[in-house]
C-alpha cells in the first residue's frame, strides 16, 4: 500500500526531490513493483490523450524521437537501461500531454476573454418603435421612441419611449357624458368607436389608459380601446400578449374581450396570452378575481396564482395552480426561462440581440435551465451565467458565437 500511495505520490508531483531515488530503488527491487508503476503511469498518461485530443500517431512520432535523443547514462545493467529508458520516455510523455493540455487551456480561456470583451458590446438593437396608433376617427399616427404630445379633437395623445397615454381631453365627467347618451345608444354602439394602438417592436410597449389602467404589450400584439370609458363598464379588445393591471371600480367592471373569450375583472393583475391565429388562450392570474366566459354554461373563475388554458378548437380547458412570478418577470424587462433546453435559450438571445449564434453539440439536450437575467445587461453577463450552468466552450469566429 505505501508502495502504491509512492506512485501516486511521484506522478501527481508530490514527491520531494530527496525521496526520488529510495522511490526509484524500490521500483527496482522487484517486477511487480515496476508492473504497478507501468500500469498506473500508462492510465495517467492514456486519460490525458483523451483530454488533449492529440492523435496516437503523434504520439508514436514523438515517442520514436525521444528514443533517438534520450541518453542512457553509465548504468551497466542492459535491463536496467531498458527500464529506465521505458521509464523515461513514459515520463517526457506524460509532460508533453499535461503541456499540451496546458496549452490548449490557455489559448481556449484567452479565446474566451476576447470572445467576452466582444459580447459585452453586443446590446439589444436601438430600434426606432415600430408602434402604430389608429384614432377612432380613422386618423393614424406613427409612435417613435421620441416624445410626442398631440391634441386630437377631443383625444390627447401623450408618447414618450415605450409608453402612450390616451385620454378624453373634454372637460366633461362621466356622469355629464353618460347624460348626454341617448337611451337608443347601446353599449355596443359607443364600443364601435374604438381607438386601436399596434405594436410590432421587441421591446415590451405600455399603454395608460384613462381610467389608470396599464397594459404592457408584447410584439404582434393589438388592443382596441375607447380614448373615455362610459356606460356601465369598461370595455377593450385584445390579441396576442398582455399583462394587465386593472384600476379597481366595482360600479364599472373592466372586460377584456378576445375572439374566443370573455374576461371581467373588478380590479386585477393578469397575463393573457390569445393569438390571432391560434386556437389556445392562456390566462395566468397574478392577483385579483377574474371570470372568464367562453360559451359554456358556467364561468370560470380564477384567483391568484391559478393558470387557465383553454382550447377553443376542443371547447376543453385546464386549470392548475402555478407560480405566475416569469409574467411580472417579462413585464420588468427581464429573460426568465422555467426548465429551458439550451437550444431554445439561444434562440431568444440570437433574436433579441440580432447576433449569430451556432450549438455545435448535442450533449446538453437534456439538461434545462433556470434563471432570471435582465435584458439590459448585457449578452456578455448572460452567456456567463449561462457557461456557468451549463460548462460549456465558446469562441468567436467572423462575428458569429460557437458554443460546444
Known sequence: MDLL????????????????????????????????FKDIFNFKVERNILRASISRRELDESLKKLHLKLSI???????????????????????????IISLRSHIQQV?????????????????????????????????????????????????????????????LGREAVERTLSDSMTSETVG????????????DFLLLLEDGSKVWMRQNSK?????????????????????????????????VKTKDIQAKVLGTEFNLK?????????????????????????????VKNHQLILDTSTDKHSLAIVDNFK????????????????????????????????LKTDKYDDELFNGKMKRSNGLDKIISALEASFDFKFHMEDEILYIY
Not at 509512492?6 to 501527481?12: G, L, V
Not at 531515488?21 to 515496476?34: K, Y
Not at 548504468?75 to 515520463?91: D, E, T
Request: aromatic share 8%; glycine share 6%.
Open 327 to 358: 409574467y411580472q418577470a417579462w413585464r420588468d424587462g427581464y429573460f426568465y426561462f422555467e426548465n429551458e433546453t439550451l437550444k431554445n435559450i439561444l434562440v431568444v438571445l440570437e433574436d433579441m440581440y440580432e447576433i449569430d449564434i451556432v
Open 274 to 302: 390569445s393569438e390571432r391565429d391560434g386556437d389556445i388562450v392562456k390566462v395566468n392570474m397574478i392577483s385579483g378575481k377574474l371570470s372568464v366566459e367562453n360559451g359554456e354554461e358556467n364561468d370560470i373563475l380564477l
Open 223 to 255: 388592443i382596441s380601446f375607447p380614448d373615455r370609458f362610459s356606460g356601465s363598464s369598461r370595455v377593450i379588445e385584445f390579441e396576442g400578449e398582455g399583462y394587465f393591471s386593472i384600476a379597481p371600480d366595482e360600479k364599472m367592471p373592466f372586460i
Open 73 to 99: 547514462g553509465h548504468n551497466s545493467n542492459p535491463a536496467g537501461r531498458r527500464y529506465v529508458l521505458a521509464l523515461a520516455v513514459v515520463s517526457i510523455l506524460f509532460i508533453l500531454t499535461v503541456s
Open 111 to 171: 479565446e474566451q476573454a476576447k470572445t467576452m470583451e466582444y459580447l459585452a458590446t453586443v446590446e439589444i438593437p436601438d430600434m426606432p418603435n415600430d408602434v402604430n396608433l389608429t384614432l377612432s376617427s380613422g386618423e393614424k399616427i406613427h409612435l417613435g421612441n421620441e416624445r410626442q404630445e398631440l391634441d386630437k379633437s377631443d383625444v390627447k395623445i401623450v408618447a414618450e419611449g415605450n409608453s402612450v397615454k390616451v385620454s378624453n381631453s373634454g372637460t
Open 192 to 203: 364601435e368607436k374604438l381607438n386601436c394602438l399596434e405594436v410590432n417592436s421587441k421591446e
Open 5 to 36: 500511495n509512492n506512485i501516486f505520490k511521484y506522478i501527481s508531483g508530490r514527491m520531494p526531490q530527496e525521496e526520488r531515488e529510495d522511490f526509484f530503488n524500490n521500483i527496482e527491487s522487484s517486477e511487480r513493483a515496476r508492473k504497478n
